[in-house]
């Protein structure tokens, strides 16, 4: 059985655009950063496919 190779850089373009989101909003608004928090740690996750 063999499994298809997913291409994993989308999923590095959405973890480098939710952090940069994170401290767009981290310097707009510090007490909302943590609301950017989930993307950021998903994107990760699906980048090193741990998901």
């Known amino acids: 059985m063999t499994a298809a190779k997913k291409s ?3 999923y ?3 973890f480098f655009l939710s952090v940069i989101a994170f401290f ?3 310097a707009f608004a510090g007490g909302y ?3 950017v928090l989930p993307f950021v740690v998903t994107s990760f ?3 090193l496919d741990l998901m």
Request: charge should be positive; include cysteine; hydrophobic fraction near 65%.
């Open 24 to 26: 767009v909003v981290y």
């Open 12 to 14: 590095w373009i959405y």
């Open 33 to 35: 950063c943590s609301m």
């Open 8 to 10: 994993r850089a989308i």
């Open 45 to 47: 996750a699906m980048a």
